[in-house]
């Protein structure tokens, strides 16, 4: 029998989409993971193309001239839906700010899973989907559940080591799903981390990374607040950080996203630039209410990480122009605080 017309724009499309990826989502996170991404892509396959979406148009449009700016003709294509990201592409990125904007970008009429839906039982095969959100467990469960139910690969796979991580693509992605669904994504997920973690089955990876930034949101806290009490004893911040990173006490929050301006001097970070660039303090405020709200799912305490959910709420509260800045400002909520 010869091939049909349609048959022949089956596998044009397919071919197409083999060769494609898609980013969606390109805040401070995702624009550096998708310019790593793409970069390395195109080093080591050059035939490849690329699709970008994100919410607000002008930041797929300012993603691709800037891309553009580094690789001149390199296939960069903007779509204004998910749905049309996934029909370009065979391997699709998201990273997106939470719970919402996940079911919206994969289930709502123009989401991927639309796209899915018109797809042969090979394309769908074929596609791999990687969420590297932060959100619900339970979301992100169901809509992984959706996906395998129409024959597609799903994995969570969120990240640690924010902003300067991604951007120098030293990342570390905590991935949930299948073990053949994280072997097809380990490859992509290398373009843009330098450590990459199987922790489990669906949405593991998300426990992991809501256990990490529980740990990491208390942990700025009480840097700050050491870094702000040993000044008032007179020390210098640069003396205070360099004890602090040599003992005990010795973490991320206080090593690289010091709080306090001149006490790293090798480096420089969101503090010296006004805490600009780094993990907005309202995104730190949405992880420790994941991890509170399914603490009490599983009746496991949390008293520091409620704690700290409460003060980074009200440092948002109280000073909305920190609620975008680095979650580190918080030592600048301290600083002004008035004890009787």
Known sequence: MKPTFR??????????????????????????????????????RPESSFVVCDAVPESAVSFRRHFLSQFSGAPVDVVQTPEEAARAAETIVTMLPSSPEVKAVYTESNGIMSALQSFTGNEREQTLLIDSTTLDVDVSRRVSSDVAHLGAQMVDAPVS???????????????GGTSASFQKALPVLTYMGKRVVHCGSSGAGLGAKICNNLVLGVQQIVVSEAMLLGQRLGLDPAVLAAVINCSTGACWASSVNNPVPSSLPDQSPPCEKDFEGGFATSLMLKDMHLATDIADTHRSPLPLGEAARDMY????????ELAKKDFSSVYRYLEGLKLI
């Open 7 to 44: 048959a022949f724009q089956v596998l044009d499309r397919r071919t197409a989409r083999a060769r494609t990826t898609a980013f969606i989502g390109l805040g401070r996170m995702g624009s550096e993971m998708a310019y790593n991404l793409f970069s390395k892509t195109l080093t080591e």
């Open 161 to 175: 080591g924010g902003v300067a991580g991604a951007k120098a693509g030293t990342l570390s992605f905590l991935v």
């Open 313 to 320: 709420a009200e440092v948002t509260r109280t000073h909305p």
